[in-house]
């Protein structure tokens, strides 16, 4: 991406780089399509069966800095774009589970 590439990706409300993400009722915030993803659920146990939905827990999206990506602003001096999201994370809670001298990590939430 140039310069100017950036500069359009920051400045242009509707860019191609860009995707439409929905925060909860009120908020849908453009964010990089790079974030993107189709996977909405993650297994509790390395071993899920696909085919039984108990053994899945669904990805939720808990806190987002809605404040810093409302609005993009272009900083030319430093060639900076701020209040663009530029990081995903996954806050992951598991503990070990069964017998202590075989156990193993299931997913709590």
């Not at 929905?22 to 909405?40: G, H, L, M």
Request: hydrophobic share 35%.
């Amino acid at each position: 991406m140039t310069r100017g590439d950036f500069e359009s990706f920051c400045t242009t409300y509707d860019h191609p780089y860009l995707i439409a993400s929905r925060v909860n009722d009120n908020y849908i915030v453009q964010v990089p399509r790079w974030f993107e993803s189709n996977v909405d659920v993650v297994g509790i146990f390395g071993n899920a069966d696909p085919l039984d939905q108990n053994q899945w827990l669904r990805v939720q999206l808990s806190s987002f800095n809605l404040q810093r990506n409302i609005n993009r602003t272009w900083i030319s001096s430093k060639s900076e774009c701020l209040g663009v999201a530029s990081e995903l994370n996954y806050l992951i809670q598991w503990t070990f589970v069964g017998p202590t001298d075989n156990p193993q990590a299931q997913i709590l939430r």
